[in-house]
Protein backbone atom coordinates (compact mmCIF):
# COMPACT_ATOMS: atom_id res chain seq x y z
CA UNK A 1 0.00 0.00 0.00
CA UNK A 2 1.52 3.45 -1.00
CA UNK A 3 0.58 7.22 -0.87
CA UNK A 4 0.31 9.39 -4.20
CA UNK A 5 0.58 12.90 -4.09
CA UNK A 6 -1.33 13.50 -7.29
CA UNK A 7 -1.81 16.90 -9.23
CA UNK A 8 -4.30 16.61 -12.12
CA UNK A 9 -4.35 19.75 -14.90
CA UNK A 10 -7.68 19.74 -16.61
CA UNK A 11 -8.76 20.68 -19.60
CA UNK A 12 -10.54 23.99 -20.33
CA UNK A 13 -13.86 22.23 -21.00
CA UNK A 14 -13.79 19.94 -18.13
CA UNK A 15 -12.86 22.80 -15.50
CA UNK A 16 -16.05 23.64 -13.16
CA UNK A 17 -17.26 27.17 -13.51
CA UNK A 18 -16.58 27.63 -9.88
CA UNK A 19 -13.25 26.47 -10.21
CA UNK A 20 -12.80 28.59 -12.91
CA UNK A 21 -13.11 31.38 -11.06
CA UNK A 22 -9.86 31.13 -9.31
CA UNK A 23 -7.86 31.52 -13.11
CA UNK A 24 -10.32 34.15 -13.51
CA UNK A 25 -11.42 36.61 -10.90
CA UNK A 26 -8.17 37.71 -8.00
CA UNK A 27 -10.62 37.78 -5.52
CA UNK A 28 -10.93 33.56 -5.69
CA UNK A 29 -8.20 32.04 -4.25
CA UNK A 30 -8.34 28.30 -3.91
CA UNK A 31 -10.84 25.53 -3.35
CA UNK A 32 -10.80 22.80 -0.82
CA UNK A 33 -13.14 20.06 -1.65
CA UNK A 34 -13.79 17.87 2.33
CA UNK A 35 -16.31 15.79 1.24
CA UNK A 36 -18.71 14.00 -1.48
CA UNK A 37 -21.34 11.70 -2.09
CA UNK A 38 -22.71 10.90 -5.79
CA UNK A 39 -26.11 10.68 -4.56
CA UNK A 40 -27.22 9.32 -8.03
CA UNK A 41 -26.26 9.48 -11.77
CA UNK A 42 -27.64 12.77 -11.80
CA UNK A 43 -26.46 14.68 -8.62
CA UNK A 44 -23.53 14.98 -6.35
CA UNK A 45 -23.37 16.81 -2.85
CA UNK A 46 -20.02 18.12 -1.66
CA UNK A 47 -18.58 20.00 0.82
CA UNK A 48 -15.94 22.37 0.52
CA UNK A 49 -13.92 25.27 1.81
CA UNK A 50 -12.96 28.42 0.25
CA UNK A 51 -10.71 31.13 0.31
CA UNK A 52 -12.83 33.97 -1.34
CA UNK A 53 -14.74 36.99 -1.86
CA UNK A 54 -18.32 36.10 -0.10
CA UNK A 55 -20.23 39.12 -2.39
CA UNK A 56 -18.23 37.20 -5.71
CA UNK A 57 -18.24 34.16 -4.87
CA UNK A 58 -22.01 33.90 -4.07
CA UNK A 59 -22.45 35.62 -6.86
CA UNK A 60 -20.80 33.35 -9.28
CA UNK A 61 -22.93 30.34 -7.05
CA UNK A 62 -26.40 32.23 -8.11
CA UNK A 63 -25.69 32.27 -11.85
CA UNK A 64 -24.13 28.93 -11.93
CA UNK A 65 -26.94 26.88 -13.89
CA UNK A 66 -26.47 23.08 -12.53
CA UNK A 67 -26.11 24.07 -9.19
CA UNK A 68 -29.12 22.81 -7.08
CA UNK A 69 -29.07 24.38 -3.91
CA UNK A 70 -26.60 25.49 -1.56
CA UNK A 71 -26.01 27.07 1.82
CA UNK A 72 -22.36 28.69 2.27
CA UNK A 73 -21.62 30.12 5.85
CA UNK A 74 -18.24 32.34 6.74
CA UNK A 75 -15.89 30.58 8.42
CA UNK A 76 -12.17 31.96 10.36
CA UNK A 77 -9.77 33.63 8.75
CA UNK A 78 -11.72 34.59 6.12
CA UNK A 79 -12.79 31.63 5.07
CA UNK A 80 -16.33 30.28 3.63
CA UNK A 81 -17.75 27.02 3.91
CA UNK A 82 -19.90 25.50 1.27
CA UNK A 83 -22.56 22.81 1.03
CA UNK A 84 -23.84 22.56 -2.49
CA UNK A 85 -25.91 19.60 -4.42
CA UNK A 86 -25.02 19.77 -8.03
CA UNK A 87 -25.28 17.98 -11.28
CA UNK A 88 -21.99 16.11 -12.27
CA UNK A 89 -20.69 16.87 -15.62
CA UNK A 90 -19.50 14.45 -18.24
CA UNK A 91 -15.42 15.07 -16.78
CA UNK A 92 -17.02 14.64 -13.10
CA UNK A 93 -18.51 11.25 -14.24
CA UNK A 94 -15.21 10.08 -15.92
CA UNK A 95 -13.64 10.71 -13.18
CA UNK A 96 -15.68 8.87 -10.19
CA UNK A 97 -16.34 6.11 -13.25
CA UNK A 98 -12.18 5.86 -13.10
CA UNK A 99 -12.07 5.32 -9.33
CA UNK A 100 -14.48 3.37 -8.55
CA UNK A 101 -13.09 0.78 -11.16
CA UNK A 102 -10.29 0.59 -8.32
CA UNK A 103 -9.47 0.19 -4.68
CA UNK A 104 -8.15 3.53 -4.44
CA UNK A 105 -9.25 5.39 -1.20
CA UNK A 106 -9.00 9.50 -1.54
CA UNK A 107 -8.17 11.20 1.47
CA UNK A 108 -9.78 14.96 1.57
CA UNK A 109 -8.99 17.74 0.62
CA UNK A 110 -9.18 17.82 -3.06
CA UNK A 111 -7.22 21.05 -3.18
CA UNK A 112 -8.01 23.49 -6.41
CA UNK A 113 -5.69 25.91 -8.04
CA UNK A 114 -5.00 28.10 -10.43
CA UNK A 115 -3.99 26.94 -13.46
CA UNK A 116 -6.83 24.40 -13.90
CA UNK A 117 -4.83 22.30 -10.90
CA UNK A 118 -6.40 19.95 -8.95
CA UNK A 119 -3.81 18.01 -5.99
CA UNK A 120 -5.40 14.98 -3.98
CA UNK A 121 -3.25 12.16 -1.93
CA UNK A 122 -5.01 8.50 -2.53
CA UNK A 123 -3.93 5.40 -0.99
CA UNK A 124 -3.90 2.17 -2.86
CA UNK A 125 -1.34 0.32 -5.74
CA UNK A 126 -0.05 1.53 -8.42
CA UNK A 127 -1.36 -0.44 -10.42
CA UNK A 128 -4.89 1.02 -9.88
CA UNK A 129 -3.04 4.24 -10.20
CA UNK A 130 -2.01 3.58 -13.36
CA UNK A 131 -5.83 2.30 -14.31
CA UNK A 132 -7.22 6.11 -13.30
CA UNK A 133 -4.74 7.78 -15.23
CA UNK A 134 -5.65 5.54 -18.64
CA UNK A 135 -9.47 5.94 -18.22
CA UNK A 136 -8.92 9.77 -18.00
CA UNK A 137 -10.19 11.30 -22.05
CA UNK A 138 -7.52 13.54 -23.62
CA UNK A 139 -6.34 16.26 -22.17
CA UNK A 140 -5.99 15.43 -18.41
CA UNK A 141 -2.05 15.82 -17.60
CA UNK A 142 -1.36 14.09 -14.69
CA UNK A 143 1.60 14.20 -12.60
CA UNK A 144 2.92 11.88 -9.28
CA UNK A 145 4.49 14.56 -6.97
CA UNK A 146 5.32 11.90 -4.43
CA UNK A 147 5.68 8.60 -3.62
CA UNK A 148 5.75 7.34 -0.08
CA UNK A 149 4.68 4.35 1.92
CA UNK A 150 1.22 4.78 3.79
CA UNK A 151 1.06 6.49 6.83
CA UNK A 152 -1.58 7.96 9.19
CA UNK A 153 -2.36 11.32 7.69
CA UNK A 154 -2.90 12.78 11.25
CA UNK A 155 -5.61 14.96 10.38
CA UNK A 156 -5.97 18.59 9.45
CA UNK A 157 -2.59 20.60 10.16
CA UNK A 158 -2.46 22.35 13.63
CA UNK A 159 -2.00 26.07 13.36
CA UNK A 160 -3.55 28.63 15.30
CA UNK A 161 -6.22 30.90 14.76
CA UNK A 162 -3.84 34.32 14.30
CA UNK A 163 -1.70 31.81 11.76
CA UNK A 164 -4.15 30.89 9.79
CA UNK A 165 -5.03 34.71 9.84
CA UNK A 166 -1.83 36.03 8.63
CA UNK A 167 -1.90 33.07 5.47
CA UNK A 168 -4.75 34.24 4.60
CA UNK A 169 -4.24 37.97 4.41
CA UNK A 170 -0.73 36.43 2.77
CA UNK A 171 -2.29 35.20 -0.44
CA UNK A 172 -4.56 37.83 -0.68
CA UNK A 173 -1.69 40.86 -0.83
CA UNK A 174 0.74 38.59 -3.29
CA UNK A 175 3.00 37.33 -0.76
CA UNK A 176 2.96 33.75 -2.38
CA UNK A 177 3.15 34.70 -5.86
CA UNK A 178 6.49 34.14 -8.49
CA UNK A 179 7.26 36.64 -8.44
CA UNK A 180 6.67 37.78 -5.26
CA UNK A 181 3.58 40.79 -5.38
CA UNK A 182 3.32 41.35 -1.57
CA UNK A 183 5.40 41.87 1.87
CA UNK A 184 5.17 41.01 5.23
CA UNK A 185 4.62 44.61 5.65
CA UNK A 186 1.20 44.41 3.38
CA UNK A 187 0.57 41.29 5.92
CA UNK A 188 0.59 43.46 8.91
CA UNK A 189 -1.38 45.98 7.02
CA UNK A 190 -4.16 43.64 6.14
CA UNK A 191 -3.87 42.62 10.03
CA UNK A 192 -3.54 45.74 11.69
CA UNK A 193 -1.17 44.24 13.02
CA UNK A 194 3.30 44.77 13.47
CA UNK A 195 5.07 43.72 11.11
CA UNK A 196 7.29 41.81 12.75
CA UNK A 197 4.41 40.35 14.72
CA UNK A 198 2.75 39.59 10.98
CA UNK A 199 6.60 37.79 10.37
CA UNK A 200 6.41 35.73 13.46
CA UNK A 201 2.99 34.15 12.85
CA UNK A 202 3.77 33.61 8.99
CA UNK A 203 6.83 31.95 9.88
CA UNK A 204 5.94 29.66 12.79
CA UNK A 205 2.87 28.80 10.42
CA UNK A 206 5.65 27.54 7.12
CA UNK A 207 7.59 26.08 9.86
CA UNK A 208 4.12 23.57 10.97
CA UNK A 209 3.66 23.02 7.44
CA UNK A 210 6.49 22.11 6.20
CA UNK A 211 6.83 19.66 9.50
CA UNK A 212 3.15 18.39 8.21
CA UNK A 213 4.52 17.47 4.73
CA UNK A 214 7.75 15.92 6.06
CA UNK A 215 6.35 13.98 8.11
CA UNK A 216 3.69 12.60 5.54
CA UNK A 217 0.75 14.42 7.11
CA UNK A 218 -0.19 16.02 4.16
Do not use: C
Given at each position: M????????M????????????????????????EW??????????????????????G?LQ???????????D????E??????D???????????????????????????????????V??S?????????????????????????????G?????G?QR????A??????Y?I??????????????I???????HL?????S??????????
Amino acid sequence: MRSFTVTIRMPEWAQHPMHRLIDDHEAVHRSEMLEWNVTSEDRIALIFRVLADRDVYEGALQETTSIREYELVDGQSGELYLYVRDAPSESDRTLYEAFVETDLVAVPPVTFLSGRRLTLQVLGSAADVEVVVDALPDGFDVELEAVTAMQPTGGRVGLTGRQREALAAAERVGYYEIPREGSVSDVANELDISTSTAGDHLRKAEASLARSYLDGRF
